[in-house]
């Protein structure tokens, strides 16, 4: 009999580590990544202005009227997303020699 409960303890022990490695799991992919990117404020204009002429080139071009609106869209998308993570800093990061 001891070697059946052995086997039972081990099958339990088992399954917990089964139920912890998948909640492990899951709860990685989960997860939220932030990035951060640094730009001089005259990178960020030139940038900016990219978007803009991309968007005027698109209103003006012979592309069919709903695939100007989807790239319009996602250009005005990103550019809202990049306004409401704007972060100014006003010391510029140390340069490694």
């Excluded at 912890?20 to 404020?41: A, D, P, Q």
């Excluded at 990178?43 to 709903?66: G, I, T």
């Amino acid at each position: 009999m001891e070697g059946g409960g052995m086997i039972f303890i081990n099958l339990h022990f088992m399954k917990y580590i089964l139920i912890c490695l998948l909640i492990l799991c899951i709860s990685g992919f989960r997860s939220e990544r932030f990035y951060h990117f640094s730009l001089r404020e005259s990178q960020a204009q030139f940038h900016w202005q990219n978007l803009e002429s991309v968007k005027y080139a698109l209103d003006n071009s012979s592309m069919p009227h709903q695939q100007v609106k989807q790239l319009i869209s996602a250009i005005d998308t990103l550019q809202r997303d990049l306004q409401l993570g704007l972060r100014i800093d006003t010391i510029a990061p140390k340069q490694s020699n």
